[in-house]
């Protein structure tokens, strides 16, 4: 296969799984739900956090940002924030104890009932992010997990899940992408 047709190969198949999702009205109305948990949360002055590993920890942080920063209107910070941003707190944890507990530990200190985690993994089995899960929920934190077609082991952890219809790495992340900008410009709507 030559350059040219391997684009444009990749290109179909990110446009499929969009379509896929556009044609699941389960997922779809996922969606919405996860932007009125967003809504609720923060009308509750609580905050909504964040992980992932890789790529998933760069989308993590790209969608935090828009929510605390600004998305399309000028308008006040919401509390968002990604867990995996202090590289100092991240290495000791690490170290210290073990990667599976980079995540938790820090929901153990900042989640609060009412309050949100999104995980996102595109397997849906990364054991830092399902540690976490766990200690959200015996926190009465709300978890809402962005994964591939199965869900995997954050499936059951999940009180929202929204599994992109696709097993393959780079066509989750960008509909995680395409997701998260949906949230947060359903957020904003709704919170100002």
């Given amino acids: 296969m030559d350059n040219l047709a391997l684009i444009r190969e990749k290109i179909q198949q990110s446009i499929q799984v969009k379509q896929d999702l556009l044609a699941d009205e389960a997922l779809v109305s996922k969606i919405?739900?996860?932007?009125l948990e967003f809504v609720k949360c923060f009308k509750a002055d609580g905050k909504v956090l964040f992980c992932g590993n890789g790529g998933s920890a760069a989308d993590a942080q790209h969608i935090s940002a828009e929510l605390s920063?600004?998305?399309?209107?000028?308008?006040?910070?919401?509390?968002?924030?990604?867990?995996?941003?202090?590289?100092?707190?991240?290495?000791?944890?690490?170290?210290?104890?073990?990667?599976?507990?980079?995540?938790?530990?820090?929901?153990?200190?900042?989640?609060?009932?009412?309050?949100i985690l999104v995980g996102i993994s595109t397997s849906g089995n990364s054991a830092n992010i399902v540690k976490a899960f766990e200690t959200a929920k015996k926190q009465g934190g709300i978890t809402i997990g962005m994964t591939g077609d199965t869900g995997g082991k954050m499936k059951d952890l999940s009180d929202i899940l929204v599994n992109v219809p696709s097993s393959d790495t780079p066509r989750i992340q960008e509909v995680h992408i395409l997701i998260g900008h949906l949230i947060c410009e359903l957020t904003e709507i709704h919170m100002f």
């Fill in 32 to 35: 919405e739900t996860c932007a």
């Fill in 69 to 115: 920063g600004r998305f399309y209107k000028d308008r006040d910070p919401l509390f968002s924030e990604a867990l995996h941003v202090n590289t100092s707190y991240l290495t000791a944890v690490a170290n210290d104890y073990s990667y599976d507990e980079i995540y938790s530990r820090l929901v153990k200190a900042k989640i609060r009932k009412g309050d």
